[in-house]
């Protein structure tokens, strides 16, 4: 039978699970509606994810408790102030509410602190201290739920699978109408502004992060933002766009580097090609039983066998020498990729106790974990020559020497940077790619020909 509701009660059993008591309450507060400063403009409200993990419902001001002991689910929506309903609509009754979301029982949020103290539990699990009601009778403990969540999240359902394939499905489409449009845009803002429009039009009215769409040496900046530079006329450069919408509170993370003339030629060409040899290396290797930063690893050997065979890093130095002074993380300065649910940057990244590795680039690996069936992860490996990171390089002769300057700076700086992500799902023999726009130079040439 298909399934027509989020199905929230399944999630709360794996927290449930997670936490291995026999009894007491989980608690979780929704987000609150907030406001711009001074001002009674409201803010675009977006669901606390944990919240919505536990309930599928996407209101705000609203609660959720869960009994360990009778496994009852209770959503406690805002109740609306009368005089607030000519302003707002008449709001669901308890009959709809029901229909709609996976829970047991609706109880209005009014009634939130005897829900509680009625409930025959003795201990309260919450969060964040903050988060406990004021006036209930439970001890409240905040130590234990949120690893029991952070275990829940980590491991995806077939339902997160699919509306995860969903949204990815949206957002790559939206990333091939910009390759479409590139030839006749001029600026960034207009792809910008075309992604934007291609999600929402299928129901993705909101991004999972701030699009990024830089060009030539815009690329090089890893959160580069702005996307307001003019193209003034040069179509003869690369433009990266990191964008993806979410649907449902499950996000999509996808980056693509296009040519805005629609060919891949020379230096621009051998770049993309290293990117996409250090993505399909990774994306090959992916199952079970793999340490992620053995992933991150294997990319940057990939780009330092590439941009020696460029030019870029001197041929008498080995592959080996160079990844032992981590001459890499000068052109990959960041981690491969990350956890993806609910939030861009999922839960999970670190298990307890687990530390960060303090070398170059690799410090900024959001996830070491060994690898298992259920995870999605995003593979975004990149090259990039961003000025002030050449600078530092080339000032510190340990680093320098490796490096071909001329090379550098007459070629390959004023091309930015180059990076390609894909959100995957770790099965039991693989992987299972949820993103489908092309990456391919043939396929894209094909695309904006």
């Known amino acids: 039978m298909a399934i027509t509701k989020y199905p929230a009660k399944q999630n709360a059993a794996k927290v449930a699970a997670n936490l291995g008591l026999s009894e007491g309450l989980i608690y979780l507060k929704g987000d609150i509606l907030k406001e711009r400063h001074d001002t009674d403009v409201e803010l675009v409200f977006r669901q606390e994810s944990n919240f919505y993990y536990l309930t599928g419902f996407v ?43 996976d829970v047991d029982e609706i109880v209005w949020s009014t009634d939130l602190v005897s829900a509680i103290n009625n409930s025959g539990a003795s201990t309260l699990y919450a969060l964040r201290e903050s988060d406990v009601p004021k006036d209930i009778s439970l001890k409240a403990n ?36 910009l390759m479409k449009a590139a030839k006749k845009c001029q600026s960034e803002v207009e792809l910008d502004a075309l992604f934007r429009y291609e999600t929402a039009r299928f129901g993705a009215r909101a991004q999972a992060y701030e699009p990024i769409v830089g060009v030539g040496a815009n690329a090089a900046t890893l959160h580069y933002g702005r996307n307001s530079a003019s193209f003034n006329g040069n179509h003869d450069q690369l433009c990266l766009v990191d964008a993806g919408a979410e649907l449902g509170c499950y996000a999509s993370d996808i ?5 805005l003339n629609g060919r891949y030629a020379g230096d621009a060409k051998t770049l993309y090609s290293i990117v996409l040899d250090m993505q399909k290396s990774v994306l090959s290797a992916l199952k079970p039983g793999v340490q992620w930063e053995d992933m991150h690893r294997l990319a940057v050997k990939i780009a330092v066998e590439g941009l020696q065979k460029a030019g870029v890093l001197k041929a008498e130095f ?103 992500e894909d959100c995957v799902v770790i099965t039991e023999t693989g992987i299972d790619n949820l993103t489908i726009a092309p990456k391919e130079i043939a396929e894209i040439e094909a695309i904006m020909a």
Do not use: C
């Open 59 to 101: 209101e705000h001001d609203a609660h959720v408790i869960y009994n360990l002991k009778t496994q009852k689910l209770t959503l406690l929506p805002y109740r609306l102030p009368d005089d607030h309903i000519m302003w707002m609509g008449m709001p669901p009754t308890e009959a709809e509410l029901l229909a709609k979301y």
């Open 142 to 177: 905040t130590d234990l739920l949120k690893e029991a969540l952070i275990n829940a999240r980590l491991y995806k359902s077939a339902y997160e699978i699919e509306a995860m394939r969903k949204i990815n499905h949206i957002s790559s489409n939206a990333h091939v109408a």
């Open 255 to 259: 980056t693509r580097t296009f040519p």
């Open 318 to 420: 080995s592959v080996q020498e160079m990844l032992e002074k981590h001459v890499g993380s000068v052109f990959l300065p960041h981690g491969l990729g990350h956890s993806i649910g609910l939030d861009v940057h999922d839960v999970g990244g670190y298990p307890v106790g687990v530390q960060r590795i303090q070398e170059p680039g690799i410090r900024y690996l959001r996830m070491r974990r060994q690898l298992e069936a259920g995870f999605v992860v995003t593979v975004e490996p990149g090259i990039y020559f961003t000025k002030f990171i050449l600078d530092e390089a080339k000032s510190n002769p340990e680093t320098s020497k490796y490096i071909n300057w001329d090379v550098i700076e007459q070629r390959f700086a004023k091309l930015g940077g180059v990076r390609i």
